[in-house]
């Protein structure tokens, strides 16, 4: 089942922050809402924007081993391979693909996703049976969109295998508002309530992947998705 998307094209590109400082920017607080989690891996237009933003966006970095992320590989390797990297999405939000669900998985990853609904969502939630695998081509990458709340409910949390990238959020009705989230590779990040419904998310292509000033370089992605469902 291919999860339906609802695209949002924007006028013009956000901002970026300039300050050439790895880590928090001019835009972020260091002693806001962000404060205990990964900080440094999330700048934005204002340190408003940041602070009432503070417990609904989250990355947490090294969420896996480099062990952990090879059990990923052994068990969904084989049949990505069998897919081709599709460059024309049926509701054009992705571009350099090849996907997949996935109900079962191994001992090893079982207890990694596991871990993801445990700090993710709420106890009790219901979530979506089957697992979205998305693989992106080096030269891929995701158009801004929001999840369609037909399907998904408010929490959205992805691992990020192989490579970093960026993800990037902007306010659908006012794109001045945005959010840069920098995903190292076999880290997880969190989206909720606000930043999920009111909010598009992207995946940079590696051209545009610059994070507070300092090039990101992409490479092959894969990302391992859960999402509750509709309260």
Known sequence: MKLLLTVVKHLHKPAVCTSPRRGLSSCASSGGLLAGRDA???????RELLQRLGSQVEVRADFITEEEEGAFMRELELGLKKKRYEFDHWDDAIHGYRETERLSWGAECEEVLTRVRSVAFDEGSPLLGP?????????????????????????????????????????????????????????????????????????????????????????????????????
């Open 131 to 231: 697992v979205h695998v998305l693989d992106l081509d080096k030269t891929g990458y995701i158009k801004p969109h929001v999840d369609s709340v037909k399907f998904c409910g408010s929490t959205i949390a992805g691992l990020s295998l192989l490579s970093d990238s960026i993800m990037r959020l902007v306010k659908e009705d006012a794109t001045s508002e945005w959010l840069d989230l920098l995903l190292p590779r076999r880290s997880l990040y969190i989206l909720r309530n606000q930043a999920r419904y009111n909010f598009t998310h992207e995946i940079l292509k590696d051209e545009e992947s610059v994070f507070n000033g300092q090039k990101v370089p992409r490479q092959r992605r894969i990302s391992i998705i859960c999402r509750n469902l509709p309260g």
């Open 40 to 46: 440094t891996l999330i700048v934005g237009s204002s």
